[in-house]
C-alpha cells in the first residue's frame, strides 16, 4: 500500500511558475507508474502528466505539454510537477495517485492510491 502527501499548491499570477511535490510512503515507490491529476469546480477530474517507475517516460495532456514537467525520485520517494507559464484555466485541485499497470494510463479510476490534493490557483 502506498500513501501520497502533495505539497506546493498555492496563489499565483497568470504566467507564473509553481511546483508540486508528491511524498510517498511505503518502500515500493519504484514499482508505481505515478501520475498528476486535477479537478476544477464543477469539472470531472482529468488527467494531467503520467510518468513510468523508472522515469524513462513520460505523458502529458495536450493542455499542459511544454508548460508542464513531471519527474520522479525513486530515492527519495516523491514525484513533482514543475508548472510553468501558468494559466487561469489551470486552476484546480491536484492530485498525485499511483498505478500498478505496466503502462502509463490517463484514467483516473484505473489508479490504486491517490494523495488529498492541493490547491492551484491562477489570477489574470
Same mark, same amino acid.
Given at each position: 500500500?502506498?500513501?501520497?502527501?502533495?505539497?506546493?499548491?498555492g496563489l499565483v499570477q497568470a504566467?507564473?511558475?509553481?511546483?508540486?511535490?508528491?511524498?510517498?510512503?511505503?518502500?515500493? *515507490?519504484?514499482?508505481?507508474?505515478?501520475?498528476?491529476?486535477?479537478?476544477?469546480?464543477?469539472?470531472?477530474?482529468?488527467?494531467?502528466?503520467?510518468?513510468?517507475?523508472?522515469?524513462?517516460?513520460?505523458?502529458?495532456?495536450?493542455?499542459?505539454?511544454?508548460? *508542464?514537467?513531471?519527474?520522479?525520485? $525513486?530515492?527519495? $520517494?516523491?514525484?513533482?510537477?514543475?508548472? $510553468?507559464?501558468?494559466?487561469?484555466?489551470?486552476?484546480?485541485?491536484?492530485?498525485?495517485?499511483?498505478?500498478?499497470?505496466?503502462?502509463?494510463?490517463?484514467?483516473? $479510476?484505473?489508479?490504486?492510491?491517490?494523495?488529498?490534493?492541493?490547491?492551484v490557483t491562477v489570477s489574470s
Amino acid at each position: 500500500q502506498v500513501q501520497l502527501v502533495e505539497s506546493g499548491g498555492g496563489l499565483v499570477q497568470a504566467g507564473g511558475s509553481l511546483r508540486l511535490s508528491c511524498a510517498a510512503s511505503g518502500r515500493s *515507490f519504484g514499482s508505481y507508474n505515478m501520475g498528476w491529476f486535477r479537478q476544477a469546480p464543477g469539472k470531472e477530474r482529468e488527467f494531467v502528466a503520467a510518468i513510468s517507475r523508472s522515469g524513462s517516460s513520460t505523458y502529458y495532456a495536450d493542455s499542459v505539454k511544454g508548460r *508542464f514537467t513531471i519527474s520522479r525520485d $525513486n530515492a527519495k $520517494n516523491t514525484v513533482s510537477l514543475q508548472m $510553468n507559464s501558468l494559466k487561469p484555466e489551470d486552476t484546480a485541485v491536484y492530485y498525485c495517485a499511483a498505478d500498478r499497470s505496466f503502462v502509463l494510463i490517463m484514467t483516473p $479510476n484505473r489508479y490504486d492510491y491517490w494523495g488529498q490534493g492541493t490547491q492551484v490557483t491562477v489570477s489574470s
